[in-house]
């Protein structure tokens, strides 16, 4: 009887072990699976190694089907032998999952590092004096816009506000080229509202007469877009596709941001620009700092007017690069944009930075919510100090190229100390903080490219026992300071006027570094032992020749004569209107650029003013109203009979009466920034 019911209990007892086997069999054969499917997207990372780790996994699989199959048929088998045989099943399915997970983590942390989604945010701006507080007040108005249909923040978002808020009922729309002249405007009342980018404030802040421009005008509407970065990118800025393993050009981007995450379009306040070539296959490499004020022509104007680089951020990162492309005749293959939290948080990540800060810096923290300042010594930063040492310029002699080659020693700096990175704890701080803080058109198969290159390094590094294989060119774009007027601005501004000799040098060794030009060989070099030998900095001159603009010098104060002489050394054609006396007018602002002049220039002297008649088909010159309207009689009568001056005299427009020719009024026009107009 009671062998009966052990058989029955042994024959109950089969099934579910059966389906325990085939449940664990299961679960072993998806973790595998997951495993090699995330192994698989590791790309060329470790080929060899990839492939047999694969190949094992997939015998192991095998393996376990077979003994799965075997155990579920076999009436007799030991009860040890299948409890081993689950134990192995549970374990393995534990290790693929966790192979699974932390390549899934590290490539989606790699994923993200290039955003395919950005947000994009416009405004409706008016005047802090005008009216309308919100948009039901806008009504009647003259508002502005870009003319850039492609442009996400200017004319695609702006056209979607219209709509929703029926804008078009009773308003008109002006089209501009640039938010330059569209702000000018606003300023001056031609326009009542415009729409711009988010990043308005950060863009003129900075230009004198717009230092108030937060308070001056007033935000009545907003609107965010998330837009696909493909739908927002000309084909041109997308990644080149080509691999790591070839010569390549990246430009790494500094953002003015003081959110945590870049996701935002934050190119707008971008005064960090470095455009790095790098050949792996000889470790070479070339780093140029591109002042923020250089006068180069804005790829993405209409009429590709020269202008500070800086401006061509606030259009976006397309116009950035192509402008780059165009004025150093070179291909991006790729570009990198960090924010200010990103490079702290990278920099504490690593351990600091060891600088040798040569002064005393004081500049804001990364919250803009206090001074951080660091003192003279080599030390090592953390990083908000490595940000004040990368940021500050106002306290160093030479300005922006002084917070271009600190930004290089950090960049440089920081790839030192990742090259010191072992453990896992470390490697995860600094792939979290890139994947929040930096937006790149890198792929991900590009990234992960990169550990062929570091490998590369570190078995050269190794055989020849040199840490330092990685030659790093400094570039150094020379040129000269020029105050010049702004077309759409309408004042003078400072510029920084490349020369076109240090300019052709750059691009020279850019491309003997990408390997599409012949290297030429230096044949003659001298040095001596008593001074010490510093290497060369290529663009730094000294260049014979210095290129700058002829521009058009101030005329008023000058005597007919004076005038006459100026304009004939310049090569300008002038035409005068009155005679004697001194300039009181010209027809162009100081600071023009000559060569955008066409025909002659009208000079105003004091010996007379000439009126413009209010009816356009009246060609004759009226004659001035009088100040005096309590005796208008007297005054016609003297100005029919105007009084006769002597050769040491002029008639002065506003008393009507002869004066001294003495010397003219000392010009206070000292050519410095003028206020807008």
Known sequence: MAKHENENETREKKPKIRIVLLIFLILALLTSAFAIYEIFLLGSIETLIRYIVIGVLVFI??????????????????????????????????????????????????????????????DLVVMSSNDAHDIDDVSDYTIGLLSDKNSPEGYIIPQEMIKENKLDDNNEFKEYDDYSTMLVDLYDGEIDAMFTTNNYIDMYSSVTGYENIATDTRIILSKDKEMKKAETSDSETASSGKSITEPFTILLMGIDSTDEVLSKNAIANGDTLILITFNPKT???????????????????????????????????????????????????????INFKGLVKLVDAVGGVDINVEQELCTDDSSRGGEVCIYPGEQTLNGEQALVYARNRKQLVNGDFGRGQHQQEIVMALVNKMKTITDVTTFMDILNTVSNSLDTNLTTQQILSFYNVGKDIVKRSLATDDSNLVNIQQLYLQGNSQMIYDERMRMVLYNYVPNQDSRDDIIQAMKENLELAEHEPITEFSFSINEPYEKEVIGYGPYRTSYTYDLLPDFTGDSEAQARATASRLGISVNFVGSGGYVVDQEYPSGKRIDKIRGSVTLTLSGSVVYEPEEDDSNTTTTPPSNNTENQEEEEEESDTPPTCGEDEYLDPITNTCLPNTTPPENTDDNTTQQPS
């Open 283 to 337: 470790l070479n490499a070339t780093m140029l700092s591109i002042p923020r004020d250089s006068y180069v022509p804005i790829a993405c104007w209409s009429d590709q007017a020269e202008n500070k680089i800086t401006h061509a951020a606030g259009y976006g990162t397309d116009c950035m690069m192509n402008t780059i492309e165009n004025y150093f005749d070179v291909n991006i293959d790729y570009y990198a944009k």
């Open 61 to 122: 699989d095998i393996i376990l089907f077979f003994r799965v199959r075997s155990a579920s048929k076999k009436r007799k088998k030991k009860r040890s032998k299948r409890i081993g045989l689950l134990s192995f099943m549970f374990l393995y399915s534990l290790v693929c999952f966790a192979i699974g997970l932390v390549i899934a983590y590290v490539y989606g942390q790699l994923n993200n590092i290039n955003k395919e989604f950005v947000t994009y945010t416009s």
